[in-house]
């Protein structure tokens, strides 16, 4: 089976430009969490997403945004980029809207480079 | 989700048992303790949780003190492919997916 599957895997983008990442979830999950990993830092939680629904989101200024799709695959859109979210963007999801015993299973992630 | 406390950074010898500690003295009775681990350029991978009792899986060993006030994640045989960072995480089991990591603790295994 497919783990959690994120394109592209490596971006450039430009400050002031627009980007949008995505996120294919293990087929039968159905909730889905974007998070962002400064180098040398954990991850830090945007947002939550079940059955099409924001479940939740972290402390993250409004050009960060989200949806998911009636596939359960979702996509994390970036606006007005500054060189400050220069970063690994990971996808993790999981069955149920709470995540119960097994976690999260993660992707590999988008690095996103601003310059 | 309460505040965890690790180390920066452990090593460890092959083949031996790695133990590693995280504080989180501010932990409320229905909070788990969740650790995760990941390897460079990877993104994290669940490990092990629990609530109160000690846990075990093929990964590894959870140990909980009484007052949950801290526990330990033991990885029996260490080998060098468990060379990553690990991730003490405490949460609600009902808000998972919307945690935050702390830095962790980098463990190396040497040979």
């Known amino acids: 089976d497919a783990g959690v599957t994120q394109s592209p895997t490596h971006l450039i983008k430009t400050r002031g430009q627009h980007v949008t990442l995505r996120c294919s979830p293990i087929?039968?999950?159905?909730?889905v969490s974007w998070y962002q990993q400064v180098l040398g830092q954990g991850p830090q939680f945007i947002f939550q997403?079940?059955?099409?629904?924001?479940?939740g989101r972290g402390n993250f200024p409004d050009r960060f945004s989200a949806r998911q799709f009636p596939n359960y695959s979702s996509e994390l859109n970036v606006n007005a980029l500054l060189l400050g979210d220069s970063a690994l963007y990971l996808c993790?999801?999981?069955?149920?809207?709470?995540?119960?015993?097994?976690?999260?299973?993660f992707g590999s992630g988008t690095r996103l480079t601003v310059v | 989700d309460a505040k965890t406390t690790q180390p920066p950074s452990m090593d460890c010898a092959e083949g031996r048992a790695a133990n590693l500690p995280c504080n989180h003295s501010?932990?409320?009775?229905?909070?788990?303790v969740y650790w995760y681990r990941q390897i460079h350029s990877q993104g994290p991978q669940y490990i092990i949780h629990?609530?109160?009792n000690n846990e075990t899986n093929e990964m590894a060993s959870l140990i909980i003190t009484e007052d949950r006030k801290s526990s330990t994640l033991i990885l029996p045989h260490a080998t060098l492919r468990d060379t990553a960072v690990y991730y003490c995480?405490?949460?609600?089991?009902?808000?998972?997916?919307?945690?935050?990591f702390g830095d962790g603790t980098t463990l190396t295994v040497k040979p």
């Open positions: 993790a999801s999981t069955w149920g809207p709470t995540g119960s015993n097994y976690g999260y299973t």
């Open positions: 087929s039968g999950h159905k909730s």
């Open positions: 997403y079940y059955e099409k629904e924001e479940r």
């Open positions: 501010t932990i409320s009775g229905n909070e788990y």
């Open positions: 629990g609530l109160k």
């Open positions: 995480i405490v949460r609600i089991d009902t808000n998972a997916g919307k945690s935050t």
